[in-house]
């Protein structure tokens, strides 16, 4: 396994926790030139079949969040996304697609804090056209709301929309730019949602709520977080009143992380604890199928030749699994260190692999440099 860094910027940062953690809030941040500019991480990847781009979505508290990697010159290109960017456009997080219309779309998330909800527009539906080179807002789905995660389905050329915050699963045509919240899945008292949602073999979606329990002295639950499908033939989301096992058969439900739709029909989902999980998206039956990597987190998953792969850890602890689909044996394949550079990646965010097998995963929150990209190639 060969892997290797590739930077952006090559700033260090010593200062997170002696001050910036647990006391700095996002105006401080953006007050600091330094880490408004270098702060970054890559939330999103997208390894473009079509050419050889890997476009990335990066958190940045400067608005600087759509870029990509050049393959053949080893170099970032920037798309002037500036030219059309709000102040809060903070990431494209987990919402980069490429649709069969050849455009790339993006949704925008947020970093700013509840006090600029007025301030803000909301997160907006961003279209990239490779071939024209057009960037264009079409759309904001929910006003002041911003988007975490985006998945689209082609037939009906509808994006399905998590947000945040509030928790809301939201609906926009791509072509009409018409949209619909369809329906809360936050209870405010706890994060419900994963990363991302996930559409099944039947245009399904599927994601992660959260129970309300306002009596209770000790705070929600263990069991607060559950897993909800939304039918679009019915219009209706089905709130299942369980979620993804924790290890070691602890009592409660793990909080989703990743979620994929694999190519066997099934879903799969990472815990923050470092579980992978399969759901049968037609009985909504859950069941553990171990801990294929270090802990924690299990936030990146893709696909290639009957493999699903999928990158855990954390705290420079970031490590590469692959399952084969047919019988769901895993393998450990390796941690991401770049020996050139003698550093390791601190956590995975998003994955996608490019036509030619090659790897790309996108670092993010990390606390003393910035995020790299990372490619690896078996």
């Known amino acids: 396994m060969r892997v290797k860094a590739h930077k952006l910027y090559d700033e260090h940062f010593d200062n997170w926790l002696s001050e910036i953690e647990d006391h700095w809030n996002y105006n401080d941040l953006i007050a600091d030139t330094r880490l408004r500019k270098y702060y970054i991480s890559f939330d999103g990847v997208l390894a473009d079949p079509d050419s050889d781009l890997v476009y990335v979505g990066i958190t940045s508290f400067n608005a600087e969040i759509f870029k990509a990697f050049d393959r053949r010159t080893g170099t970032f290109i920037d798309f002037g996304y500036e030219k059309i960017a709000d102040p809060f456009d903070a990431k494209f997080h987990r919402a980069l697609i490429k649709s069969k219309d050849g455009c790339i779309y993006g949704a925008i998330a947020l970093l700013h804090d ?171 039956e859950v069941k553990l199928l171990g801990a294929p990597c270090p802990p924690k987190r299990i936030a990146a998953f893709a696909e290639r030749g009957g493999c699903l792969y999928g990158i855990g850890g954390r705290f420079g602890n970031a490590s590469l699994f692959r399952m084969d689909l047919s019988t769901e044996k895993y393998e450990l394949l390796g941690k991401l260190h770049d020996p050139e550079l003698d550093v390791s990646a601190w956590q995975i965010h998003d994955m996608s692999i490019a036509p030619d097998g090659a790897i790309f995963a996108g670092e993010n929150d990390t606390m003393t440099r910035s995020a790299y990209l990372w490619e690896i190639n078996l």
């Open 114 to 284: 509840v006090n600029d909800y007025w301030n803000a527009p909301g997160g907006a539906i961003v279209r990239y056209n490779p071939k024209t080179g057009e960037l264009k807002k079409i759309g904001i789905p929910v006003p002041h709301v911003y988007v975490q995660g985006m998945a689209i389905d082609e037939q009906r050329r509808i994006a399905y929309l998590q947000t945040f915050t509030p928790e809301y699963l939201a609906s926009f045509h791509l072509d009409t730019c018409e949209s619909r919240i369809l329906g809360l899945t936050g209870s405010g008292l706890g994060m419900g949602q994963g990363e991302t949602i996930a559409l099944d073999y039947q245009g399904r979606v599927w994601g992660a709520w959260g129970i309300t329990r306002a009596w209770q002295q000790h705070g929600v639950g263990p069991d607060q977080n559950r897993l909800y499908r939304y039918n679009p033939a019915s219009d209706r989301i089905e709130f299942f009143t369980h979620g993804l096992p924790q290890l070691e058969g602890r009592y409660g439900f793990a909080g989703m992380d990743g979620i994929f739709a694999a190519s066997n029909r099934m879903i799969y989902a990472g815990t923050g604890e470092g579980g992978l999980c399969r759901i049968n998206p037609d009985t909504a």
